[in-house]
């Protein structure tokens, strides 16, 4: 029984209070803060302008990647009063598209996010501008690759799909697509250029033209 009482008999160690001070983890440093932050008359100025902020910025930016996702929606629901073959031809087509090249582009763009806001936040907005233009040769370079892949789509799909007569129309309105590559690589080099500036009433304005003109 000594032995087992022994054992019972709580450590020194064990009566130390965890957290100090009985503040859950927070000293008092900590706590002055949190008093301070609640009886700052400016802390809820500050919040609501820094919402504002958020709001204009993704506000804008979401109008923005709407309006360029709103080609797929145009397009199909223009084909579809075609007829079933020319709409799942398109289909097909868009989905090419989207992997084998807009994604690539829009991944390859992206990187200027890292490095146009590096730039533009040290005060260095001729690499701003350099890193764009380099981007915008790049994207266009690999454009050519991806061309012929999408000229040659036709036979490639003739072998990938179970319905071969569908091949031929995709890969007619790739052919047809290809014309705009251009524009979309400038387009997307060119959204990240003045995303890393916070301007982006132009991009919104763009946008809305172009996908305008592609409607009608």
Known sequence: MGGLGSDMEPHAGEQELLLPNGHHGLTDPDIEDLID???DPDAE???????????GYSGQLTGTYLLQYFYNLIVILV???LG?????????????MNIVGFAI???????LDTLCSQAYGSGN??????????????????????GAIWICSPWILYRLIPQPQLAAPAGAFLRVTLLGIPGYT?????KRFLQAQGDLQPLLSSSSSVRQSTYL
């Open 37 to 39: 932050a609640k009886l």
């Open 125 to 146: 907005l001729t690499h701003v501008g350099l890193h764009t233009q380099r981007m915008i040769l790049f994207l266009l370079l690999v454009a050519i690759p991806i």
């Open 45 to 55: 100025v500050k919040w609501r302008h820094e919402l504002n902020i958020i709001l």
């Open 84 to 96: 079933r073959d020319e709409l799942a031809a398109v289909s097909i087509g868009i989905t090419t």
């Open 186 to 190: 400038t387009f997307e080099a060119g």
């Open 105 to 111: 582009f829009e991944g390859m763009a992206t990187s």
């Open 79 to 81: 084909v579809s009063h």
